[in-house]
Protein backbone atom coordinates (compact mmCIF):
# COMPACT_ATOMS: atom_id res chain seq x y z
CA UNK A 1 0.00 0.00 0.00
CA UNK A 2 1.36 3.33 -0.27
CA UNK A 3 1.82 4.46 2.94
CA UNK A 4 1.58 8.54 1.84
CA UNK A 5 -1.76 8.35 0.34
CA UNK A 6 -3.21 6.86 3.08
CA UNK A 7 -1.76 9.20 5.51
CA UNK A 8 -2.86 11.96 3.79
CA UNK A 9 -6.18 10.98 3.41
CA UNK A 10 -6.54 10.45 6.80
CA UNK A 11 -4.94 13.33 8.00
CA UNK A 12 -7.45 15.19 5.90
CA UNK A 13 -10.37 13.73 6.93
CA UNK A 14 -9.75 13.82 10.68
CA UNK A 15 -8.52 17.83 10.80
CA UNK A 16 -11.31 18.84 8.52
CA UNK A 17 -13.57 16.85 10.35
CA UNK A 18 -12.53 17.77 13.99
CA UNK A 19 -12.49 21.18 12.68
CA UNK A 20 -15.73 21.30 11.58
CA UNK A 21 -16.84 19.52 15.07
CA UNK A 22 -15.08 22.33 17.02
CA UNK A 23 -16.96 25.03 14.87
CA UNK A 24 -20.12 23.72 15.05
CA UNK A 25 -19.63 23.13 18.67
CA UNK A 26 -18.16 26.47 19.76
CA UNK A 27 -21.72 27.71 18.10
CA UNK A 28 -23.85 25.18 20.14
CA UNK A 29 -24.96 23.32 16.94
CA UNK A 30 -24.45 19.51 15.93
CA UNK A 31 -21.68 18.86 13.78
CA UNK A 32 -24.18 16.81 11.69
CA UNK A 33 -25.46 20.51 10.16
CA UNK A 34 -22.68 19.86 7.47
CA UNK A 35 -24.74 17.39 6.08
CA UNK A 36 -26.92 17.66 2.84
CA UNK A 37 -27.82 15.27 0.63
CA UNK A 38 -29.30 17.34 -2.29
CA UNK A 39 -25.64 19.25 -1.78
CA UNK A 40 -23.99 16.39 -2.50
CA UNK A 41 -25.76 15.06 -5.24
CA UNK A 42 -25.88 18.38 -7.14
CA UNK A 43 -22.08 18.58 -6.73
CA UNK A 44 -20.84 14.80 -7.17
CA UNK A 45 -23.93 14.30 -10.04
CA UNK A 46 -23.06 17.45 -11.68
CA UNK A 47 -19.60 16.46 -11.80
CA UNK A 48 -20.08 13.37 -12.80
CA UNK A 49 -22.24 14.18 -15.74
CA UNK A 50 -20.28 16.90 -17.11
CA UNK A 51 -17.48 14.62 -16.77
CA UNK A 52 -19.41 11.93 -19.63
CA UNK A 53 -20.05 15.05 -21.59
CA UNK A 54 -16.32 15.76 -21.91
CA UNK A 55 -15.08 11.99 -21.90
CA UNK A 56 -15.94 8.61 -23.18
CA UNK A 57 -18.16 6.77 -20.36
CA UNK A 58 -15.65 3.70 -20.36
CA UNK A 59 -13.42 6.71 -19.41
CA UNK A 60 -15.55 8.17 -16.98
CA UNK A 61 -16.70 4.26 -15.32
CA UNK A 62 -12.74 3.97 -14.95
CA UNK A 63 -12.38 6.80 -12.85
CA UNK A 64 -13.85 4.84 -9.79
CA UNK A 65 -11.53 2.07 -10.35
CA UNK A 66 -8.44 4.69 -10.31
CA UNK A 67 -9.18 5.81 -6.33
CA UNK A 68 -7.95 2.53 -5.84
CA UNK A 69 -5.05 2.80 -7.58
CA UNK A 70 -3.60 5.86 -5.49
CA UNK A 71 -3.48 3.81 -2.74
CA UNK A 72 -1.18 0.66 -4.17
CA UNK A 73 2.20 0.83 -4.45
CA UNK A 74 4.03 -0.30 -6.91
CA UNK A 75 4.73 -4.24 -7.43
CA UNK A 76 8.20 -3.64 -8.07
CA UNK A 77 11.22 -1.12 -7.58
CA UNK A 78 13.62 -0.01 -10.08
CA UNK A 79 16.75 -1.20 -7.90
CA UNK A 80 14.61 -4.74 -7.94
CA UNK A 81 14.39 -4.89 -11.29
CA UNK A 82 17.86 -3.85 -11.91
CA UNK A 83 19.18 -7.01 -10.19
CA UNK A 84 17.48 -8.83 -12.16
CA UNK A 85 18.41 -7.75 -15.29
CA UNK A 86 21.37 -7.94 -14.72
CA UNK A 87 20.97 -11.71 -13.17
CA UNK A 88 19.29 -12.32 -16.38
CA UNK A 89 22.33 -10.64 -18.65
CA UNK A 90 24.77 -13.43 -17.24
CA UNK A 91 22.43 -16.32 -18.73
CA UNK A 92 21.67 -14.55 -21.89
CA UNK A 93 25.64 -13.83 -22.23
CA UNK A 94 26.08 -17.77 -22.42
CA UNK A 95 22.91 -19.15 -24.36
CA UNK A 96 19.97 -17.04 -25.26
CA UNK A 97 17.52 -19.99 -25.08
CA UNK A 98 18.59 -20.48 -21.16
CA UNK A 99 16.39 -17.57 -20.43
CA UNK A 100 13.58 -19.85 -21.10
CA UNK A 101 14.15 -21.54 -17.75
CA UNK A 102 14.13 -17.86 -16.11
CA UNK A 103 10.88 -16.62 -17.24
CA UNK A 104 8.68 -17.81 -14.35
CA UNK A 105 11.12 -16.13 -12.06
CA UNK A 106 10.28 -12.67 -13.66
CA UNK A 107 7.47 -11.04 -11.87
CA UNK A 108 7.10 -7.73 -14.18
CA UNK A 109 4.99 -8.11 -17.15
CA UNK A 110 6.58 -5.55 -19.59
CA UNK A 111 10.15 -7.39 -18.86
CA UNK A 112 8.89 -10.60 -19.55
CA UNK A 113 7.80 -9.86 -22.48
CA UNK A 114 10.88 -8.24 -23.74
CA UNK A 115 12.92 -11.39 -22.56
CA UNK A 116 10.60 -13.85 -24.45
CA UNK A 117 11.19 -11.75 -27.82
CA UNK A 118 14.36 -12.48 -27.31
CA UNK A 119 14.34 -15.87 -27.25
CA UNK A 120 12.03 -15.87 -30.21
CA UNK A 121 14.73 -14.30 -32.03
CA UNK A 122 13.82 -10.94 -32.70
CA UNK A 123 16.16 -8.47 -33.45
CA UNK A 124 17.62 -6.29 -30.85
CA UNK A 125 16.39 -3.09 -32.77
CA UNK A 126 13.10 -4.59 -34.07
CA UNK A 127 12.41 -5.03 -29.91
CA UNK A 128 13.51 -1.76 -28.65
CA UNK A 129 11.12 -0.07 -31.09
CA UNK A 130 8.09 -2.43 -30.40
CA UNK A 131 8.64 -1.84 -26.47
CA UNK A 132 8.60 1.88 -26.64
CA UNK A 133 5.64 1.71 -28.78
CA UNK A 134 3.89 0.08 -25.95
CA UNK A 135 5.65 2.15 -23.41
CA UNK A 136 4.04 5.37 -25.44
CA UNK A 137 0.87 3.56 -25.58
CA UNK A 138 0.62 2.78 -21.98
CA UNK A 139 2.02 6.65 -20.92
CA UNK A 140 -0.59 7.87 -23.15
CA UNK A 141 -3.77 5.90 -21.40
CA UNK A 142 -2.30 6.89 -17.92
CA UNK A 143 -2.57 10.05 -18.72
CA UNK A 144 -5.84 10.66 -19.70
CA UNK A 145 -6.73 8.84 -16.84
CA UNK A 146 -5.09 11.34 -14.67
CA UNK A 147 -6.95 14.14 -16.90
CA UNK A 148 -10.10 12.82 -16.12
CA UNK A 149 -9.85 13.16 -12.33
CA UNK A 150 -8.38 16.84 -12.78
CA UNK A 151 -11.35 17.45 -15.00
CA UNK A 152 -13.63 16.12 -12.60
CA UNK A 153 -11.85 18.38 -9.73
CA UNK A 154 -12.34 21.11 -12.43
CA UNK A 155 -15.56 20.81 -12.54
CA UNK A 156 -16.78 20.79 -8.28
CA UNK A 157 -16.43 23.98 -7.50
CA UNK A 158 -18.29 25.28 -10.42
CA UNK A 159 -21.65 22.69 -9.64
CA UNK A 160 -20.72 23.95 -5.59
CA UNK A 161 -21.48 27.54 -7.17
CA UNK A 162 -24.48 25.99 -8.92
CA UNK A 163 -25.54 25.07 -5.65
CA UNK A 164 -25.30 28.09 -3.99
CA UNK A 165 -27.06 30.04 -6.62
CA UNK A 166 -29.97 27.26 -6.58
CA UNK A 167 -30.59 28.16 -2.46
CA UNK A 168 -29.61 31.80 -2.89
CA UNK A 169 -32.85 32.07 -5.60
CA UNK A 170 -34.98 30.39 -2.87
CA UNK A 171 -33.73 32.83 -0.06
CA UNK A 172 -34.87 35.79 -2.70
CA UNK A 173 -38.42 34.04 -3.35
CA UNK A 174 -38.74 33.56 0.74
CA UNK A 175 -38.15 37.17 1.24
CA UNK A 176 -40.16 38.06 -1.59
CA UNK A 177 -43.08 36.27 0.24
CA UNK A 178 -43.03 34.26 -2.86
CA UNK A 179 -42.47 30.63 -0.79
CA UNK A 180 -44.81 28.99 2.08
CA UNK A 181 -45.63 31.43 5.05
CA UNK A 182 -44.59 34.58 3.60
CA UNK A 183 -46.56 36.28 6.05
CA UNK A 184 -45.26 34.84 9.39
CA UNK A 185 -42.99 37.35 11.44
CA UNK A 186 -39.55 38.59 11.10
CA UNK A 187 -38.26 36.06 13.50
CA UNK A 188 -39.56 33.29 11.33
CA UNK A 189 -38.30 34.51 8.20
CA UNK A 190 -34.76 35.34 10.09
CA UNK A 191 -34.45 32.00 11.15
CA UNK A 192 -35.39 30.53 7.36
CA UNK A 193 -32.92 32.98 5.41
CA UNK A 194 -30.44 31.79 7.88
CA UNK A 195 -30.96 28.13 7.11
CA UNK A 196 -31.60 28.77 2.92
CA UNK A 197 -28.16 30.58 3.14
CA UNK A 198 -26.45 27.74 5.29
CA UNK A 199 -27.51 24.68 2.70
CA UNK A 200 -26.18 26.96 -0.17
CA UNK A 201 -22.81 27.62 1.42
CA UNK A 202 -22.80 24.07 2.32
CA UNK A 203 -22.97 22.89 -1.40
CA UNK A 204 -19.93 25.16 -2.25
CA UNK A 205 -18.10 23.85 0.23
CA UNK A 206 -18.96 20.42 -0.72
CA UNK A 207 -17.51 21.54 -4.19
CA UNK A 208 -14.01 22.85 -2.44
CA UNK A 209 -13.97 19.80 -0.58
CA UNK A 210 -14.16 17.33 -3.36
CA UNK A 211 -11.92 19.12 -5.56
CA UNK A 212 -9.23 19.92 -2.99
CA UNK A 213 -9.02 16.84 -1.12
CA UNK A 214 -9.81 13.85 -3.96
CA UNK A 215 -10.14 14.62 -7.27
CA UNK A 216 -6.81 17.02 -7.64
CA UNK A 217 -4.92 15.51 -5.44
CA UNK A 218 -5.87 12.37 -6.64
CA UNK A 219 -5.01 13.54 -10.29
CA UNK A 220 -1.46 14.72 -9.10
CA UNK A 221 -0.77 11.29 -7.60
CA UNK A 222 -1.64 9.55 -10.81
CA UNK A 223 0.07 11.51 -12.98
CA UNK A 224 2.98 10.89 -10.33
CA UNK A 225 2.91 7.22 -10.60
CA UNK A 226 2.52 7.79 -14.56
CA UNK A 227 5.77 9.50 -14.46
CA UNK A 228 7.22 6.65 -12.16
CA UNK A 229 6.32 3.75 -14.52
CA UNK A 230 7.81 6.04 -17.38
CA UNK A 231 11.19 5.63 -15.71
CA UNK A 232 10.87 2.29 -15.10
CA UNK A 233 9.82 1.18 -18.34
CA UNK A 234 12.95 3.07 -19.54
CA UNK A 235 14.96 1.37 -17.38
CA UNK A 236 13.52 -2.22 -18.77
CA UNK A 237 13.60 -1.05 -22.41
CA UNK A 238 17.45 -0.57 -21.61
CA UNK A 239 18.05 -3.70 -19.99
CA UNK A 240 16.21 -6.17 -22.77
CA UNK A 241 18.44 -4.22 -25.53
CA UNK A 242 21.38 -4.93 -23.47
CA UNK A 243 20.38 -8.52 -22.85
CA UNK A 244 19.67 -9.10 -26.63
CA UNK A 245 22.64 -7.63 -27.66
CA UNK A 246 24.44 -9.99 -24.75
CA UNK A 247 26.35 -7.23 -23.57
CA UNK A 248 28.92 -8.26 -20.48
CA UNK A 249 26.82 -8.24 -16.79
CA UNK A 250 29.29 -5.40 -15.53
CA UNK A 251 28.21 -3.21 -18.20
CA UNK A 252 25.22 -3.88 -18.16
CA UNK A 253 25.13 -3.16 -14.39
CA UNK A 254 26.78 0.41 -15.27
CA UNK A 255 24.19 0.95 -17.84
CA UNK A 256 21.33 0.69 -15.63
CA UNK A 257 22.94 2.43 -12.91
CA UNK A 258 22.63 5.26 -14.57
CA UNK A 259 19.10 5.25 -14.19
CA UNK A 260 19.04 4.73 -10.09
CA UNK A 261 20.07 7.30 -7.63
CA UNK A 262 23.38 7.22 -6.11
CA UNK A 263 21.89 5.70 -3.07
CA UNK A 264 20.23 3.08 -5.16
CA UNK A 265 23.27 2.13 -7.03
CA UNK A 266 24.46 -1.64 -7.73
CA UNK A 267 28.20 -2.27 -6.88
CA UNK A 268 30.20 -5.14 -8.87
CA UNK A 269 29.24 -7.35 -5.24
CA UNK A 270 25.58 -7.15 -5.18
Do not use: C
Amino acid sequence: MDIASIIGTILGVVLLGGAMFMAASAGGLSVGLYWDLTSAIIVLGGSLAATAIAFPLPKVIAVFKLMGMVFQKPPWEQKELAQKIIELSAVARKNVKDLQGEMDGIRNWFLKDGVQFIIDGVQPDEIKEMMELREETREEKESSEANVMKKMGDFSPAFGMVGTLIGLVIMMFSMGGGGEGGDDDGGGMAARLGTSMGVALITTFYGALFANLIFLPFSEKLKSKNEENKKVQALIIEGVNLLAKKVHPIMVTERLNSYLQPADRIRGEE
